[in-house]
């Protein structure tokens, strides 16, 4: 079996004591834009939604909310007399006119999907049917055009429960068609990004990630075949229907999958998020399977100092795509690699968090130019030694990007004041 965690690892741990600093690329101008700010949470219970999200109907312009429920959106103000649209998993869409006359720091409540769902279980004796049908379908469900997505894209890294790391950048995506899922020539370019680091020396250990925007090319399971989603790897799956849930207003077909036996390497366990009527996958949730350690540290482990010992703990994705006018797209990418790193002869292991997520913000499929191979961001290239360092409060000026959480926006703060000096 061939799958991309067989073959294809481009967004591998590197463990260093070093840091390369390279050139930016200049950053687009962009129109004026209305900025519309605030919450999305629960109508029941008043919590927050995490990964919300937020777009313009009719229009490929939307992000995705935090972990706090928090958005921020700006939208060309050509669209000013369209409307926002809110959506998350289980819960019933919302609509809001943009040109209201509140759009800062407004509380938006979804409320939880309540039409009857057990009658849509029509496919229970054979779930593994659905996903053969699944892939059948997608050169008509997907994107027959080549595409130029607009991206953010956010590194973190935590040591313990502090973080040690942030980088961020608005990329480009040239992205061909679904209907051969080839991804050879798809690229990524970075138009403007930055980063900071921790100074103190007690974080010698640096953690970068190799091919991190290249993220939204080797991911994107639906077009990447060598992933998952072809029929000669199903074989070595086992699948089972779950509940389902609702999407957009659009039942999905929940189907888990886990390995139906051993491998040569680490396979993957999750769940799928099928269409009902079209049978498009919106949505996948999976795992690397860590049951093999060792298998698990030859897929995801490039390279480390001498005497390191390094035991990953998880590393799981989540990947969604949105439908538009019959077609779906890429939409979001969040990966979440958690490991503990010792030194022999040291008692007590620590423990690292990588968090990389990506969303797609704007898209056009008129006139588009492939990017240019020096420009194209390289599938072993460490995005953090691409970008430059903080700090510029309008730094993203009108590109529209995921909003920080509280602890994040004050850790950016502390590193930043910090930046040359220890970090305590």
């Given at each position: 079996?061939?799958?991309?965690?067989?073959?294809?690892?481009?967004?591998?741990?590197?463990?260093?004591?070093?840091?390369?600093?390279?050139?930016?690329?200049?950053?687009?101008?962009?129109?004026?834009?209305?900025?519309?700010?605030?919450?999305?949470?629960?109508?029941?219970?008043?919590?927050?939604?995490?990964?919300?999200?937020?777009?313009?109907?009719?229009?490929?312009?939307?992000?995705?909310?935090?972990?706090?429920?928090?958005?921020?959106?700006?939208?060309?103000?050509?669209?000013?007399?369209?409307?926002?649209?809110?959506?998350?998993?289980?819960?019933?869409?919302?609509?809001?006119?943009?040109?209201?006359?509140?759009?800062?720091?407004?509380?938006?409540?979804?409320?939880?999907?309540s039409n009857s769902?057990?009658?849509?279980?029509?496919?229970?004796?054979?779930?593994?049917?659905?996903?053969?049908?699944?892939?059948?379908?997608?050169?008509?469900?997907?994107?027959?055009?080549?595409?130029?997505?607009?991206?953010?894209?956010?590194?973190?890294?935590?040591?313990?429960?502090?973080?040690?790391?942030?980088?961020?950048?608005?990329?480009?995506?040239?992205?061909?068609?679904?209907?051969?899922?080839?991804?050879?020539?798809?690229?990524?370019?970075?138009?403007?990004?930055?980063?900071?680091?921790?100074?103190?020396?007690?974080?010698?250990?640096?953690?970068?990630?190799?091919?991190?925007?290249?993220?939204?090319?080797?991911?994107?399971?639906?077009?990447?075949?060598?992933?998952?989603?072809?029929?000669?790897?199903?074989?070595?799956?086992?699948?089972?229907?779950?509940?389902?849930?609702?999407?957009?207003?659009?039942?999905q077909l929940v189907?888990?999958?886990?390995?139906?036996?051993?491998?040569?390497?680490?396979?993957?366990?999750?769940?799928?998020?099928?269409?009902?009527?079209?049978?498009?996958?919106?949505?996948?949730?999976?795992?690397?399977?860590?049951?093999?350690?060792?298998?698990?540290?030859?897929?995801?482990?490039?390279?480390?100092?001498?005497?390191?010992?390094?035991?990953?703990?998880?590393?799981?994705?989540?990947?969604?795509?949105?439908?538009?006018?019959?077609?779906?797209?890429?939409?979001?990418?969040?990966?979440?690699?958690?490991?503990?790193?010792?030194?022999?002869?040291?008692?007590?292991?620590?423990?690292?968090?990588?968090?990389?997520?990506?969303?797609?913000?704007?898209?056009?499929?008129?006139?588009?130019?492939?990017?240019?191979?020096?420009?194209?961001?390289?599938?072993?290239?460490?995005?953090?030694?691409?970008?430059?360092?903080?700090?510029?409060?309008?730094?993203w000026t009108e590109?529209?990007?995921?909003?920080?959480?509280?602890?994040?926006?004050?850790?950016?703060?502390?590193?930043?004041?910090?930046?040359?000096?220890?970090?305590?």
């Amino acid at each position: 079996m061939k799958t991309l965690f067989g073959r294809y690892i481009y967004w591998v741990i590197m463990l260093m004591a070093m840091n390369v600093s390279l050139p930016l690329v200049a950053s687009h101008n962009l129109e004026k834009t209305i900025v519309i700010s605030g919450y999305i949470k629960d109508s029941d219970t008043k919590r927050p939604l995490a990964s919300a999200n937020i777009t313009v109907p009719g229009t490929a312009i939307g992000t995705v909310a935090n972990a706090e429920g928090k958005f921020t959106l700006k939208v060309p103000s050509i669209y000013q007399d369209e409307m926002l649209e809110v959506s998350h998993i289980g819960y019933s869409n919302t609509s809001l006119p943009i040109n209201s006359a509140k759009l800062s720091s407004i509380n938006i409540f979804l409320s939880p999907y309540s039409n009857s769902l057990s009658e849509v279980i029509v496919y229970s004796n054979n779930p593994r049917l659905i996903v053969e049908e699944a892939i059948r379908k997608i050169p008509i469900n997907y994107s027959d055009k080549t595409n130029m997505l607009t991206a953010f894209y956010r590194e973190t890294i935590q040591k313990r429960n502090h973080y040690i790391g942030i980088s961020e950048a608005v990329i480009d995506i040239y992205k061909t068609s679904y209907v051969n899922r080839l991804i050879n020539k798809d690229k990524v370019q970075i138009l403007k990004g930055r980063r900071l680091l921790s100074q103190n020396n007690r974080d010698t250990l640096s953690v970068k990630m190799a091919g991190g925007p290249a993220l939204s090319i080797f991911m994107d399971l639906v077009k990447n075949q060598q992933l998952f989603l072809n029929s000669n790897d199903l074989m070595y799956y086992e699948f089972w229907m779950e509940d389902p849930v609702s999407i957009d207003d659009r039942i999905q077909l929940v189907i888990g999958f886990k390995p139906r036996y051993k491998s040569e390497i680490a396979l993957l366990n999750g769940k799928l998020f099928i269409d009902r009527n079209e049978l498009a996958l919106s949505r996948a949730e999976f795992k690397l399977d860590l049951s093999d350690k060792a298998k698990a540290i030859s897929t995801i482990l490039i390279k480390k100092p001498m005497g390191l010992r390094f035991t990953p703990q998880e590393v799981s994705y989540i990947v969604t795509y949105k439908e538009k006018d019959g077609k779906s797209y890429l939409s979001y990418i969040n990966n979440i690699i958690r490991f503990k790193c010792d030194w022999k002869r040291r008692l007590f292991a620590t423990g690292f968090k990588v968090n990389t997520e990506m969303v797609i913000t704007d898209r056009s499929s008129e006139n588009v130019v492939s990017i240019a191979n020096k420009e194209a961001f390289g599938a072993r290239e460490v995005f953090y030694d691409k970008v430059n360092s903080y700090w510029d409060g309008d730094f993203w000026t009108e590109y529209n990007i995921i909003e920080p959480t509280e602890s994040l926006e004050n850790a950016a703060l502390r590193l930043k004041k910090k930046n040359g000096s220890s970090v305590k």
